[in-house]
């Protein structure tokens, strides 16, 4: 207990006995504040009578008082997000001179509602607006030699009613968490894959998750919207002896529609030395380890057109034999066979070397910057999301040292089908993480990512569908947001952005912790109509787009130039922004069209729209046909690798599109190894690149290459 002069005790006394009862404006007198009763806590007490919990309980006589230094203070959960709309506090003698009355979502991120300097104590009665669950008293000077004392701190606003989403809970009726010992574990793979094999637009979502241990025997097909992930800290934790196969019996062993599944984190030991991942796009094949050979073939080598390989380390030999293109990133390989246009490696052990003149390679030593997807894995029986660090310049895989921060299940809001935007938004804006398990999730509004850091975390291609011409997404400009392993299939109705990363005019660095999105595809038409004028549009700086999939729908429902019109896939106005693994198709107009500076993109796979009704629907500025990935005229500095376009206009196969690649020609713009390709003569390409590069001609879909430009 603090001691005091005679005269300052007595003033005290003095101005104890001149207090009202009640400390709330006459307006609200009759009201009881948000606070009162609620959990406060403080940065220290002076001792156990001066508790935080003393300033909201609606007693005058007891009071909350910190130790005697500057830089203290006392916050209140309101137990549910409100509409703050008055605090009033009333101050001891030992009062704050200078003080933050600020608010917060999630306790840790604050907004000031209103500063004040040269307080002189009483009661301070402060009209402010905002919203949030949490309001504190940020003490920033004292004005006596004690700390800072509070008979009440007092907050008035409204409240929606809806009790604060939990985190945490079950994963849903679409995740299927398994063990060796499960009963009937193949039973369980083959029903899935009998439903999911030729489903490519259908509604089923699944997730299987397997705990770490030994599995024998075991042949897990995966069909479409099927994920198969190991729930250990590393891929060998989880150990399959048997095969993890994906195939094209389904498509007359065509598998260039083999979209939407994947495989993460764990260990392969083929049956017959080789496992087989025929893929096309959006099929991301992560962290795993191939304990033998990796064909990405179909059986009998038909048609393939994949695909993406990261943080992988494949024993034996990969085969892509059919594959026209192909990305790997930051893994390691026993070898590497053959190619047909396009395979581009960075950060890969083992890769083969550029030959892009003669053949199909493109080789980096390093990738410049990654941070590898967040998953989910078992900390003993606990479920906990592990989020990677951000690596620079790195080679090989990045286990199993694991750099990087765990979260538990219990801070992220665990979504289920049926479940509304405004519960998601509600849980965001109290902090919580979202990770949406297997499901179709209609939004009749906008999804809001607003805090530093926030993870979105997709389960089984979990699927957000606006309805009624909203955006999907939208992302603050703030650090270190990572978006993870879903798609976004447009609605009916246009939506302007489907997801929006950055508020327009975004200025602030994020290079020491970018916001990232990985495996996050885009859909307009297929399994239905679909319109957006923009698919992803990219205003913060540092972003990292590590493997998307933007796809203006070419087959299924729905499908027509004006049906699933969708001007743009993505529009880079950030700076500094890298995108690894960057497949784009379809659109209307540009499918890329990067206004940022110092871009880089390694690997861009296009094909133009099929649909093009004639060569005036796509003429513009005097130029036939929008460019696969345009540079803004006004950049200066831009760097990309291993870039391909192909035509294949079937409405109009006359179309002579101007080129594939349209750049300013600055000495900070480099672009290496472009090919454009006429598909069996379906339409062709006058240039590769502005106008450098042999035409494409006849039927016999040979590429046209530029390996340096300018």
Known sequence: MRLRSLGVALAA????????????????????????????????????????????DGNTGTRWSSAFTD?????????????????????ETAY??????????????????QSVTGGDGGTDTLTVSGQGRYVRMLGVHRATQWGYSLWEFQVYGTTTGTPPVQGGGDLGPNVIVVDPSTPDLQAKFDSVFAQQESAQFGTGRYQ???????????????????????????????????????????????????????????????????????????????????????????????????????????????????????????????????????????????????????????????????????????????????????????????????AGTSIPLDQFYVVKPGATAATINQALAQ??????????????????????????????????????????????????????????????????????????????????NPTSMQDVFVRIGGAGPGLATNSVVVNSNNVIIDHTWLWRADHGSGVGWDTNRADYGLRVNGNDVLATGLFVEHFNKYDVYWNGERGRTIFFQNEKAYDAPNAAAITHDGVVGYAAYKVADTVTTHEAWGLGSYCNYTADPTIVQSNGFQVPTGSGIKMHDLLVISLGGMGQYAHVVNTTGSPTSGTSTTPSKVTQFP
């Open 13 to 56: 006394m003095a101005a104890l006995l001149a207090l009202p009862v009640a400390h709330a404006p006459a307006a609200q007198a009759a009201d009881t504040p948000l606070s009162q009763g609620k959990t406060a806590t403080a940065s220290s007490e002076e001792n156990a009578g001066t508790a935080a919990g003393n300033a909201v």
């Open 71 to 91: 830089d203290q203070w006392l916050q209140v959960d309101l137990g549910a997000t409100a509409q703050v709309s008055q605090v009033v506090l009333n101050w």
């Open 96 to 113: 704050g001179k200078d003080y933050k009355v600020q608010i917060s979502a999630d306790g840790s991120n604050w907004t000031d509602l």
């Open 208 to 402: 299987f998750l397997l705990k770490p241990g030994t599995y024998s025997g075991i042949n897990a097909q995966i069909g479409f919207y099927t994920s198969i992930s190991g729930l250990g800290l590393n891929p060998d934790d989880t150990q399959i002896n048997g095969d993890v196969t994906v195939d094209a019996g389904w498509f007359n062993g065509n598998a260039t529609q083999n979209f939407w599944r994947s495989a993460e984190n764990f260990a392969v030991t083929p049956s017959n030395g080789t496992d087989r991942w025929a893929v096309a796009q959006a099929a991301p094949f992560r962290r795993i380890h191939v304990k033998g050979g990796l064909n990405l073939a179909p059986n009998g080598y038909g048609w393939a057109s994949g695909g993406y390989i990261a943080d992988s380390k494949i024993d034996g030999t990969v085969g892509p034999y059919s594959q026209q293109q192909w990305y790997t990133r930051d893994s390691s390989v026993g070898g590497w066979t053959n190619g047909v246009w396009n395979m581009t490696f960075s950060g890969v052990e083992g890769a083969p070397a550029t030959n892009f003149d003669t053949g199909p390679y493109t080789t980096l030593d390093t990738t410049p910057v990654s941070r590898e997807k967040p998953f989910l894995y078992l900390d003993g029986s606990a479920y906990k999301v592990f989020v990677p660090a951000k690596r620079t310049n790195a080679r090989g895989v990045s286990w199993p040292a694991n």
């Open 431 to 512: 902090g919580l993480n979202l990770l949406f398990t297997p499901g179709i999730y209609h939004l009749d509004q906008t999804i809001n990512v607003t805090r530093a850091n926030t993870v979105v975390l997709g389960l089984g291609l979990a699927t957000l569908v606006p309805d009624n011409g909203v955006d999907a997404m939208h992302v603050a400009d703030v650090d270190g947001v990572k978006l993870a392993g879903f798609l976004i299939d447009a609605g009916t109705v246009n939506s302007d952005t489907l997801l929006r990363i950055g508020d327009p005019g975004s200025t602030a660095d994020h290079s020491a």
